[in-house]
């Protein structure tokens, strides 16, 4: 995870952001500077094309899990393995093993790119480095 130190803290925000916000802020960002004809760092480029791949990655992650859940709800004696998954841990303020998971992924990103790190998420990286000329 290498850091970059000569960021501004408005870069910092508006990474952290635009993983909070699937990309959204990011993508806003990018049309902002599209219209005032400026140039956004590598280091917010980065963070947003991470950002917005993983939120389709993850859309599309839900969708087919939803149409595996409808096949094994179909099946006997498996059928309650969709709901162990998705069942509420009290000592987890009600969230279920699935949230908790998305929940820590999102913030480790959040954290890290607020921080000035380009954060690191396998195999998502390093299509993100690759088509930026990072690496």
Request: net charge positive; glycine share 4%.
């Amino acid at each position: 995870m290498q850091r970059s130190n000569d960021l501004y803290p408005i870069e910092r925000i508006l990474s952290a952001l635009t993983y909070l916000t699937a990309g959204m802020a990011g993508f806003i960002w990018m049309i902002i500077a599209a219209l005032l004809k400026k140039r956004v760092t590598p280091f917010l480029m980065y963070h947003i094309m991470q950002s917005i791949f993983l939120s389709i990655a993850y859309f599309i992650l839900t969708k087919l899990c939803s149409l595996v859940y409808i096949i094994l709800y179909k099946i006997p004696l498996i059928n309650a393995m969709p709901y162990i998954i998705n069942m509420p841990i009290p000592i987890a303020f009600g969230l279920s093993i699935i949230q908790i998971l998305t929940t820590s992924v999102l913030l480790y990103l959040a954290i890290t790119s607020f921080m000035g790190a380009y954060s690191y998420f396998p195999w998502v990286s390093d299509i993100i480095n690759q088509n930026l000329g990072r690496k």
